[in-house]
């Protein structure tokens, strides 16, 4: 997400501090989908993992990966997801969960690389004011 902003100062500001108004996943990948930098598969992937997330983090009965809550969660991920997986919940998760990280860092690592070929004049551009920019 970060590499998506000109504007670094700000969006370390925004991503890292626990107020920030992108300190949640959820926030993050709003932005990002508005932004067109998450496909709508994976944002709804998001979305579903960010749900199962909070039923664990927020509930303290117990919940487990054969809860019917979370297994309803699981399956509302499309049956691509599980190709190749066979087993519990838990296995379904954990595979689902990396395989979405593993595709975010390429993107960040895409977008971060493209960062790199804007002409440095330009990389501080929105860091500067805007009197600052006109003199530029």
């Known amino acids: 997400m970060k590499s998506a902003l000109p504007n670094k100062t700000q969006a370390e500001k925004l991503l890292q501090e626990m107020d920030g108004c992108l300190s949640t996943i959820m926030y993050r990948a709003n932005i990002a989908f508005a932004r067109s930098l998450l496909r709508q598969k994976k944002f709804d992937a998001i ?69 790199k070929t804007i002409p440095s004049q330009y990389h501080d551009y929105f860091d500067l004011s805007e009197e600052e920019r006109r003199r530029r």
């Open 47 to 115: 979305k579903i993992l960010a749900r199962i997330r909070n039923e664990f983090a927020h509930k303290w009965d117990g919940t487990a990966f054969d809860n019917p809550i979370i297994s309803k969660l699981i399956m509302k991920f499309p049956a691509e997801y599980f190709i190749g997986i066979a087993g519990s919940n838990k296995a379904k998760f954990n595979r689902i969960a990396s395989e979405v990280v593993q595709q975010l860092l390429e993107r960040a690592n895409y977008a971060h690389d493209a960062y």
